[in-house]
């Protein structure tokens, strides 16, 4: 009798376990473009050894829904106030492990920098499978977030789950006074702020598409969009050839694998699912 109610329980276990966790390499994998799926595995079996700090779990989360979804949104359920495009970049994909610090070297000259860290700054990754490359660069996160993810307007919290990225980029103007000023001296210095529109693929971050962008900015922080420096212009460069996805990965209890294929499945608490959001931008 207990033998039975052992396996009972083990065999609920099992059932209840996230298999985004239980899944070989080649399972993840499988289902890409039949030019990344070795890159893939490599990629997989290397990481940890290549960037210690790196999120598997949000790796293996943003190459699977690559995997599944680049031939068709299987959350096509989701109607985002822009209507998110069509996946037409096969081979790549930017991860960004939201609760990681990019780290860097305390010196007097920069004051941002919080031992060995920056408070407010995360660890980016421009992915492409193809040509089996991986590179590391920093993502602003928003200043309002903590354990809350909302896409509600004014709150500076960066928002989680899966985007895809518009084909085109545009000027980015950022909303407040003195933002307006920083960007203004920046582009004395040569530098012209750009952006591209992301658009959300879950029901919770899918009211967002002309709100967060992915752009240039000056900060050490953002009011909620994932920026970077104009240094990293590159990467706007790359993934606005075509549409890329582009996942901002939290805490792994916001990130269901059955949320990689169905729109309402994202684990979010009622009081942080989408309101209507503000008619102006409000981040820098």
């Known amino acids: 009798m207990n033998y039975l109610i052992y396996s009972l329980i083990f065999i609920v276990r099992i059932a209840n376990a996230d298999s985004l966790d239980t899944m070989s390499n080649q399972e993840i994998c499988k289902n890409l473009d039949s030019r990344a ?11 940890k050894g290549r960037y210690p700090d790196i999120n598997m779990r949000g790796l293996k989360y943003s190459l699977y829904y690559l995997a599944e979804n680049h031939k068709a949104i299987k959350s096509s359920d989701c109607k985002s106030a822009g209507s998110p495009p069509a996946i037409t970049n096969p081979c790549a994909l930017i991860f960004n492990d939201v609760e990681s610090r990019f780290k860097c070297t305390p010196s007097r000259r920069d004051w941002h920098c919080n031992r060995g860290s920056y408070p407010n700054r995360s660890n980016g990754y421009y992915i492409n499978l193809c040509e089996n490359k991986i590179e590391k660069f920093y993502l602003n996160r928003g200043t309002g977030t903590s354990n809350t993810f909302t896409d509600r307007p004014n709150k500076r919290s960066t928002v989680l789950g899966a985007f895809v990225t518009d084909s085109k980029q545009q000027d980015f103007y950022p909303a407040t006074e003195k933002s307006i000023r920083d960007y203004a001296a920046e582009r004395r210095r040569g530098n012209r702020a750009k952006k591209v529109r992301l658009f959300g693929l879950h029901s919770t ?16 922080s953002s009011h909620g ?10 990467y706007l460069d790359l993934v606005s050839q075509s549409n890329t996805v582009f996942v ?5 209890k916001f990130h269901p694998v059955e949320s990689i294929n169905k729109c309402d499945a994202y684990n979010s608490s009622e009081s942080d699912r989408p309101s209507r959001p503000a008619n102006r931008e409000r981040r820098s």
């Open 205 to 220: 971050n899918n009211k967002t598409d002309h709100m967060k962008h992915f752009h240039t900015s000056p900060y050490y």
């Open 248 to 252: 901002n990965y939290g805490p792994d």
């Open 37 to 47: 799926v070795q890159n893939c595995i490599y990629l997989l079996t290397t990481a």
């Open 225 to 234: 969009c994932p920026s970077t420096g104009f240094q990293n212009q590159k």
